[in-house]
Structure formats: C-alpha cells, structure tokens
C-alpha cells in the first residue's frame, strides 16, 4: 500500500498546508488595503550567498557595504546573513521593492513558503502569516502559475545548492567562534572576492560562479579553520 502523503508540516509549532501545484491560488496585493507587511514589520529573511550576489549587483553595492544594512549572527556555528524587515526593509521604497529583480526567494514566494519534510521539499502556506491579500473568491490561477509569474525556479536550484553545502558543512562541527564568521564572509558570502582560488573567470554566469564558490568553500575552509575532514 502507497505511504499517505502528509496535508501539513509544523512550522515554528504552528500548522502549514502542503500545497500542490494543481491546487487554486492567487493573491490580491494592494487591493483589499494591503500594505506591503511582506516587506515590513516580518522577521528578517536568511540569506545564501547566490541572493547576496543578486542584490549586490543589482542595487550596485559591495557586499562591505550590504554588512551596514544585513544582520550577521551565528546558529551553532554556522554563519548567518539576515535581510531585516522591521520596521521595514531597507529595499522598500514604500510603493514597491528596489530590487524586484533580484529579490530573494522567500520574497517571491511570500505567503509561501517552502520546507524539507523526510528529504522531501514542500510549497506550503503557514496558517499564521502576515499577509492580507490572499483572493477571498476561488480563482483559477494555481500554485504552479503564481510560482511561475514570480519566477523561481533558478532560485530553487541554488537554494537546494545551498541546503546540500550546509548539510555538508555542518559535518565539520564549525567552531563557534569570530573566525568561523570571518572564513565565511570571505570564501561563501561575498561575491567581491573570486570564487575560486587561482585567477578568476568574468565570463561565467552567476549560477557557475555560485556552485564553483561552494566547491571552493568546502575545499578551503577545513584548511582556514584547521578542521579535519570527515
Ligand atoms: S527584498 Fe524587496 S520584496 Fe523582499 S522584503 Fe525587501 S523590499 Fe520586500
Ligand atoms: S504578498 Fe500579501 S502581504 Fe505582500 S503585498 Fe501581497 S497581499 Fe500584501
């Protein structure tokens, strides 16, 4: 007999639908008053190295000055980038986003979300969420036209790049310590440094530059923090 599929997952204790793509959504966004609390008053929005890349370039800063306006933390060693959202966040121009182009993931699937379940990833809409225009009337749009329109597929690649380096990283039993911070902004997170040792390739596109970072990353940093491969 087939294994019967899980409805919903637990998300910081409260319950999430799992969604499929067939099924009905669609959002109202600044019809019924909303007024973009997806971009503000929300908890901060963590960050992998290929979205930081993203804004970088897209809003023409150096990942030295995209520091003075991300949080930076530490969770059991592991390095953390954080786009705040309260009051507001800092790409929010009060009538859209600076960087709609490059916005992170979690800001195009925003009231979605999506969360590994058993080794399987889900689209899920948490009960609790902040945002008010979900379409009072059943529509005909799906799950899989709203993920299309707001373009994440080349977001959930890198996003599952970035679960496999962690996972992988986590193995190391990171110190939890400053350096640890400071191998990670120099050979995961910034994209001004060259992603990988030995001269650099400007005509590689940003998904190759990310992947070769990471390869380079995994090689490199057991050596900078003097760590034993396992
Ligand atoms: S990056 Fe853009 S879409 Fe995402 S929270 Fe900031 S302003 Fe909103
Ligand atoms: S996604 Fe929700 S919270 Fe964000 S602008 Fe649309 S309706 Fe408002």
Same mark, same amino acid.
């Given at each position: 007999m087939a294994d019967k599929q899980p409805t919903s997952v637990k998300i910081a204790g409260s319950d999430a639908a799992i969604l499929a793509e067939s099924d009905l959504f669609q959002l109202s966004c600044g019809v019924? #008053? $909303?007024?973009s609390n997806c971009c503000t008053k929300s908890a901060p929005i963590i960050l992998n190295p290929y979205e930081i890349a993203q804004i970088c370039r897209e809003s023409r800063i150096s990942y030295e000055d995209l520091l003075d306006i991300v949080e930076t933390d530490r969770a059991k060693g592991f390095p /953390?980038?954080? /786009?705040?959202?309260? @009051?507001? $966040?800092?790409?929010?121009? #009060?009538?859209? *986003?600076?960087? =709609? #182009?490059?916005? @992170?993931?979690? $800001?195009?699937?925003?009231?979605?979300?999506?969360?590994?379940?058993? #080794?399987?990833s889900h689209i899920v809409l948490p &009960?609790?969420?902040? *945002?008010?225009? /979900?379409?009072?009337? !059943?529509?005909?749009?799906?799950?899989?036209? =709203?993920l299309r329109a707001q373009d994440?597929?080349? %977001?959930?690649?890198?996003?599952? *790049?970035?679960? &496999?380096?962690?996972?992988?990283? &986590? %193995? /190391?039993?990171?110190?939890?310590k400053p350096v640890t911070?400071?191998?990670?902004?120099?050979?995961?997170?910034? !994209?001004?440094?060259?992603?990988?040792?030995? !001269?650099?390739? &400007?005509?590689?596109?940003?998904?190759a530059r990310f992947t070769l970072r990471l390869a380079t990353a995994r090689d490199q940093l057991p050596q900078f923090l003097h760590l034993q491969k396992k």
């Amino acid at each position: 007999m087939a294994d019967k599929q899980p409805t919903s997952v637990k998300i910081a204790g409260s319950d999430a639908a799992i969604l499929a793509e067939s099924d009905l959504f669609q959002l109202s966004c600044g019809v019924y #008053g $909303c007024t973009s609390n997806c971009c503000t008053k929300s908890a901060p929005i963590i960050l992998n190295p290929y979205e930081i890349a993203q804004i970088c370039r897209e809003s023409r800063i150096s990942y030295e000055d995209l520091l003075d306006i991300v949080e930076t933390d530490r969770a059991k060693g592991f390095p /953390l980038v954080m /786009l705040p959202r309260d @009051p507001s $966040c800092y790409f929010w121009t #009060g009538r859209g *986003c600076r960087i =709609y #182009g490059a916005r @992170p993931l979690a $800001c195009r699937l925003f009231p979605l979300g999506r969360v590994f379940d058993n #080794g399987r990833s889900h689209i899920v809409l948490p &009960e609790l969420n902040v *945002c008010s225009g /979900l379409a009072p009337a !059943p529509s005909t749009n799906t799950v899989a036209d =709203y993920l299309r329109a707001q373009d994440t597929s080349t %977001l959930v690649q890198m996003a599952d *790049c970035w679960i &496999e380096f962690v996972n992988d990283v &986590e %193995l /190391l039993q990171l110190p939890d310590k400053p350096v640890t911070s400071v191998a990670f902004h120099m050979l995961v997170y910034s !994209p001004d440094t060259p992603p990988s040792v030995g !001269p650099s390739d &400007e005509t590689l596109s940003p998904e190759a530059r990310f992947t070769l970072r990471l390869a380079t990353a995994r090689d490199q940093l057991p050596q900078f923090l003097h760590l034993q491969k396992k």
